[in-house]
């Protein structure tokens, strides 16, 4: 009987600990946009890894390897911060291809809990993307999809590095650079 007891108040207490003890959540984003303009109108302006001139807040682009898998390109920001980011999968056939990011510098760093935190530029971890190019007779569909954490991977996270804040930087990341695209294809 108290061997079950036991168990009993072990099983409870694991459960209460998995309750109470959670980190970060995978969020997820996506945004699609209908540009009236073919899509391989489109897919040539965003085709090259090593040009992301076409998103709002980009000073330049450098890549490695241009569109080839494993191709490393830094993006520099109109304030001076920097986004490195692997080219993961390139299909020129279907228009897309998907990216992660392995590094990015430091927006502004802050105390919280008494210690000093490093807010990235883009407040996220493990962040994986992609985008696609999808013809629909005279007009395009892209579609922009990106994974990830928030950029503080403990429990109780700064304003500055919680779920809000990774979200809201991802959708404004995604919209904007979406509509910029579908002014610049459509000209």
């Not at 076409?54 to 390897?65: E, I």
């Amino acid at each position: 009987m108290k061997k079950i007891m036991f168990t009993g108040l072990l099983v409870s207490f694991f459960a209460m600990s998995t309750v109470y003890a959670h980190g970060p959540v995978r969020q997820k984003a996506e945004e699609e946009i209908t540009i009236n303009a073919p899509a391989i109108k489109v897919w040539g302006i965003i085709n090259n890894y090593d040009d992301m001139s076409w998103l709002p807040g980009v000073k330049s682009t450098t890549a490695n390897k241009g569109n080839s898998k494993g191709s490393v390109r830094v993006i520099t920001l109109d304030n001076g911060g920097t986004i490195t980011e692997e080219l993961k999968k390139y299909d020129e056939s279907s228009m897309s291809y998907s990216y992660k990011i392995t590094d990015m510098s430091v927006a502004k760093t802050i105390n919280h809990a008494g210690v000093d935190e490093k807010v990235p530029v883009l407040p996220v971890d493990n962040y994986a993307a992609s985008i696609e190019v999808e013809s629909k007779g005279d007009t395009s569909v892209v579609a922009w999809k990106a994974a990830y954490y928030r950029a503080y991977m403990n429990n109780n996270p700064p304003a500055e590095m919680n779920e809000e804040a990774a979200n809201t930087a991802v959708t404004t990341l995604l919209k904007s650079g979406l509509t910029n695209l579908k002014m610049l294809a459509e000209k």
